[in-house]
């Protein structure tokens, strides 16, 4: 599947984002999905995750109660709704992919970008302050 995602941009602190990833080639329902981020000389780590099953959701404690992981198989996209943004919310976000992960795996495992297989080419968030 290719991904390609949308959505960055500048905002203000306070500020919200939409950010969607769409997937060509084949339907996103058969697929775990997951937001991560690189900020600047850091490290890419993991944001939000969607189990294959679409009724599990997983976020890192940092953007618990303000990102809100969502897919639409109708449209075969998968989107995050960033609502009070920080400046170290920062980063290039990349959405992902993963065929071979079970309808349902637990946080360890959604949030390891070992499981993914397949990247969108990132997008880029910016918060000022």
């Known amino acids: 599947v290719q991904l390609q995602a949308s959505g960055g941009g500048l905002v203000q602190a306070g500020g919200s984002l939409r950010l969607s990833c769409a997937a060509s080639?084949?339907?996103?329902?058969?697929?775990?999905l997951g937001w991560f981020r690189q900020a600047p000389g850091k490290e890419r780590e993991f944001v939000a995750a969607?189990?294959?099953?679409?009724?599990?959701?997983y976020y890192v404690d940092s953007v618990k109660g303000r990102f809100t992981i969502s897919r639409d198989n109708a449209k075969n996209t998968v989107s995050l709704q960033m609502n009070s943004l920080k400046p170290e919310d920062t980063a290039v976000y990349y959405c992902?992919?993963?065929?071979?992960?079970?309808?349902?795996?637990?946080?360890?495992?959604?949030?390891?970008?070992?499981?993914?297989?397949?990247w969108g080419q990132g997008t880029q968030v910016t918060v000022s302050s």
């Open positions: 080639g084949r339907t996103l329902s058969t697929y775990a």
């Open positions: 992902a992919a993963s065929r071979s992960l079970r309808y349902y795996e637990n946080y360890n495992t959604m949030s390891s970008q070992d499981r993914y297989d397949n």
């Open positions: 969607s189990t294959k099953s679409g009724y599990t959701t």
